[in-house]
Protein backbone atom coordinates (compact mmCIF):
# COMPACT_ATOMS: atom_id res chain seq x y z
CA UNK A 1 0.00 0.00 0.00
CA UNK A 2 1.47 3.66 -1.15
CA UNK A 3 1.02 6.47 1.10
CA UNK A 4 0.81 10.12 -1.09
CA UNK A 5 1.62 12.63 0.91
CA UNK A 6 -0.79 15.43 1.28
CA UNK A 7 -0.14 18.83 1.72
CA UNK A 8 -0.76 21.13 4.97
CA UNK A 9 -3.69 23.20 2.60
CA UNK A 10 -4.98 20.16 0.93
CA UNK A 11 -5.61 18.64 4.65
CA UNK A 12 -6.52 22.44 6.01
CA UNK A 13 -9.11 22.23 3.12
CA UNK A 14 -10.41 18.85 3.44
CA UNK A 15 -11.32 19.74 6.89
CA UNK A 16 -12.88 22.85 6.46
CA UNK A 17 -14.74 20.64 3.87
CA UNK A 18 -15.97 18.25 6.32
CA UNK A 19 -16.39 21.06 9.39
CA UNK A 20 -18.54 22.81 6.87
CA UNK A 21 -20.90 19.96 5.89
CA UNK A 22 -21.06 18.82 9.61
CA UNK A 23 -22.23 22.54 10.01
CA UNK A 24 -20.19 22.59 13.13
CA UNK A 25 -18.17 26.12 12.19
CA UNK A 26 -20.06 28.79 13.43
CA UNK A 27 -20.13 32.32 12.70
CA UNK A 28 -17.36 32.75 15.10
CA UNK A 29 -14.97 30.74 13.80
CA UNK A 30 -14.32 31.34 10.06
CA UNK A 31 -11.10 30.51 7.55
CA UNK A 32 -10.20 33.88 4.95
CA UNK A 33 -8.16 33.32 2.25
CA UNK A 34 -5.51 35.80 1.38
CA UNK A 35 -3.31 34.60 -2.08
CA UNK A 36 -4.69 31.12 -1.93
CA UNK A 37 -3.64 31.24 1.72
CA UNK A 38 -5.90 30.01 4.09
CA UNK A 39 -6.26 31.67 7.00
CA UNK A 40 -7.41 30.63 10.39
CA UNK A 41 -9.22 33.54 12.34
CA UNK A 42 -11.60 33.19 15.31
CA UNK A 43 -13.88 35.85 16.45
CA UNK A 44 -14.56 37.44 19.68
CA UNK A 45 -17.46 39.03 20.28
CA UNK A 46 -17.15 40.27 23.77
CA UNK A 47 -14.03 42.23 22.43
CA UNK A 48 -15.99 42.48 18.76
CA UNK A 49 -12.92 41.87 17.14
CA UNK A 50 -10.98 39.14 14.90
CA UNK A 51 -7.61 37.27 15.68
CA UNK A 52 -5.86 35.61 13.01
CA UNK A 53 -3.20 32.55 13.15
CA UNK A 54 0.12 33.89 13.46
CA UNK A 55 1.70 31.06 11.46
CA UNK A 56 -0.84 31.51 8.38
CA UNK A 57 -0.35 35.27 8.14
CA UNK A 58 3.74 34.03 8.00
CA UNK A 59 3.14 32.19 5.65
CA UNK A 60 1.30 34.03 3.43
CA UNK A 61 3.81 36.54 3.49
CA UNK A 62 6.93 34.74 2.66
CA UNK A 63 4.77 32.63 0.35
CA UNK A 64 5.55 29.60 2.38
CA UNK A 65 3.08 26.78 1.32
CA UNK A 66 4.84 24.34 4.51
CA UNK A 67 3.09 25.02 7.59
CA UNK A 68 6.34 23.59 9.91
CA UNK A 69 8.48 26.39 7.76
CA UNK A 70 6.21 29.06 8.38
CA UNK A 71 5.74 27.88 12.22
CA UNK A 72 9.59 28.10 12.33
CA UNK A 73 10.00 31.57 10.66
CA UNK A 74 7.46 32.93 13.24
CA UNK A 75 9.52 31.20 16.15
CA UNK A 76 12.42 32.90 15.16
CA UNK A 77 11.09 36.36 14.54
CA UNK A 78 8.81 36.05 17.86
CA UNK A 79 12.65 35.70 19.00
CA UNK A 80 13.87 38.34 17.54
CA UNK A 81 11.07 40.98 18.77
CA UNK A 82 11.48 39.21 21.99
CA UNK A 83 15.41 40.40 22.31
CA UNK A 84 14.55 44.12 20.73
CA UNK A 85 12.20 44.77 23.49
CA UNK A 86 9.74 44.77 21.18
CA UNK A 87 6.05 44.70 22.72
CA UNK A 88 4.06 43.15 19.78
CA UNK A 89 5.26 39.38 20.63
CA UNK A 90 3.11 40.23 24.13
CA UNK A 91 -0.44 41.37 22.31
CA UNK A 92 -0.08 37.81 20.91
CA UNK A 93 -2.39 35.30 22.26
CA UNK A 94 -3.00 31.66 22.37
CA UNK A 95 -6.03 30.07 21.06
CA UNK A 96 -6.88 26.56 19.92
CA UNK A 97 -7.58 25.87 16.56
CA UNK A 98 -8.00 23.12 13.70
CA UNK A 99 -4.75 22.35 13.04
CA UNK A 100 -3.64 20.49 9.49
CA UNK A 101 -4.20 17.38 11.42
CA UNK A 102 -7.21 18.47 11.93
CA UNK A 103 -7.13 18.30 16.15
CA UNK A 104 -7.41 21.48 18.03
CA UNK A 105 -4.12 22.69 18.99
CA UNK A 106 -3.11 26.04 20.49
CA UNK A 107 -1.43 28.73 18.45
CA UNK A 108 -0.48 32.31 18.32
CA UNK A 109 -2.94 34.72 17.21
CA UNK A 110 -3.40 38.12 17.04
CA UNK A 111 -5.44 41.04 16.49
CA UNK A 112 -5.41 43.30 13.10
CA UNK A 113 -3.42 46.19 15.07
CA UNK A 114 -0.68 43.67 16.40
CA UNK A 115 -0.64 41.98 12.87
CA UNK A 116 0.62 44.89 10.93
CA UNK A 117 3.30 45.39 13.83
CA UNK A 118 4.34 42.30 12.76
CA UNK A 119 4.32 42.37 9.02
CA UNK A 120 6.50 45.63 9.38
CA UNK A 121 8.92 42.90 11.35
CA UNK A 122 8.85 40.60 8.00
CA UNK A 123 11.20 41.62 5.46
CA UNK A 124 10.30 41.87 2.28
CA UNK A 125 11.13 39.19 -0.35
CA UNK A 126 14.16 39.76 -2.31
CA UNK A 127 13.10 41.14 -6.20
CA UNK A 128 13.46 38.11 -9.12
CA UNK A 129 15.33 39.84 -12.05
CA UNK A 130 14.75 39.64 -15.17
CA UNK A 131 16.51 38.55 -18.09
Not at 41 to 46: Q, S
Not at 54 to 68: E, G
Request: charged share 30%.
Amino acid sequence: MVKTKVSYPEVCQQRWMEIDKKSEMSEEQALAVFEGYRIRRIYDGEKERWFFSVVDIIAALVQQPDHQTARNYWKVLKNRLKKEGSQTVTFCNRLKMVAEDGKMRFTDVADPETLLRIIQSVPSPAPVSGG
